[in-house]
């Protein structure tokens, strides 16, 4: 319980503190600004390098970071890392292109660039998906909040509990201030995660039985030495990595909750900044994870650690390892560190939902509404979206199953996105596209069609690539369509 | 050096290595910084 107070401590005094320092600011400022502008969504396109380099970061650094990597680390080793390195290839696309694009047309939502490029329809439909792919991952988010309000009371506090004492902290995180006081918490909760995990890295080498000599003697010693291999056994990094790398980056490219806070930078060269920040604090981070778990692993499997319930080692040796060799203060300021970084993408998570409700789906139906009345309307869905999601969190698969399966249905958006952009603008050939990769994705998930084809070992993000290259070049080069956008507009500048 | 820090400096020199190739590809295939677009 102590640990739990501790936590809770930090979270109330954090994302409190930044909240009424901002509410202040924002009062000083209201009598200059004239109009309120999306300052919700996008701070006023106001945000500095460091702070759009750790939103980046930590909008993708979430519960898959934290328990999937420790997780994996339990079955394949070390090649788990390539979960983490694939999102530091994501970062540098959104960095050097997708970001800078979308801050360059000064879109809000991605709906609103895919609109510019294949006209209303498409974006309806693209709503629809990106919202859907959201949620998901929301209430995967929540599922985790759950698992660490759980383990950090020792079972007292259910999954289910965990989760709504979570989502209350993560709508606290964005609800005030909206993207403002999210980077801000952001930029807090980094310097805060890293000094804990540097000080537990310290700790935890003192501790361990043996040091990390035992734990690398241990696998070495039972032929398991491509444990300790960031390539793995033969094999692994083509299976694992490359796939991770193609799944992660094609879709949180052009995701809402990956571009959100690229849309509030200052200008295309505060992105650009921001990938020496985002791509080392997303990246690292697993490599603490990941360590956790295969140094777990050799103490279970060497017999210095009982884990409570076998069946389930994969997914508790690695907390209960940190429980059993860390002290209790710093076992709190780990888990605190963890809850701050599933927190940070469940806030960016429910603020894009409520971005692409209020002004994709809102404003069909209002079309004159105000900046004040959409982000009404954004705070109502941010609360109701991190409520519902508690309920689907309840019933959810495995958490990295989960996710690879939503990063396959935005495949298709991204590919669409650079082709509008540079080669053609054709609304039939980008519907055709979303059609059959969404049908495939279904037939995939739910049918036996890809065991009759002899299919059934593909993963769903490669169909989904593979659609998106193989049917969008074919559509683009035959049917008819206008001229990418920046093709367009770099021949009516000339 | 302890396993830990082998696998810490093997990744984060992976890391700042892909950044470094980005970065190189981005200025060259995208050399166009083009602010206030519209």
Redesign the interface.
Known sequence: MVILVIVLLYEIVSIGGVSLYLVQKERKQKKQQAEGGDSFITSNRDLPTAIVGVSLALAVLGAVHVFGIMEMAWGMG?VS?WF??AH??LL??VC??TG?WVR???VSTVPELIEKLFGKKIAIVATCVLAGQTFAILSMEVQALGIIFNTLTFNSVSIQMGALIGSIIGIAYVIIAGMKEVGWVNLINTIVMYLGLIVA?VFL?GALPG???A??NHYVSTGQEFM?N?FGAPGMFFAFGVSNIIAVTFAQGISQMGLQSAMAAR???TI?RA??IA??VN??F??FT??IGIAAKSLVESGQMVVANPELAAKTAGATMLMNYLPTWLVAWLLAAFLGAVLSTFAITTMGLGALFARNIYTLKKPNASEAEQTKVIRIMIVLSGLVACVASASLPEIVNGAVWCFAWLCPIFWNVVYGLFWKRCPKAAGIVFAVSWILVLLWTYTPFPAAFGLSGIPVPYVTLAVSIVLGVILNAVLPGEPGYFKE?RSVSA | M????K??L???G???G??AV??I??KIF?KD???D??
Request: hydrophobic share 55%.
């Open positions: 070390a890392i983490s390195i530091v290839t540098c696309v050097l292109a800078r360059r047309l000064k890295a080498s040091g990390w000599q734990v690398e300790i960031i200008n295309e060269k650009i990938l020496w791509a080392p990246g690292i697993g490599i990941m360590t507009r | 302890s396993l830990f820090m696998l810490f093997e990744c984060t992976l890391i700042i892909i950044v980005f970065q590809l981005g995208i910084i083009q602010e677009f519209e």
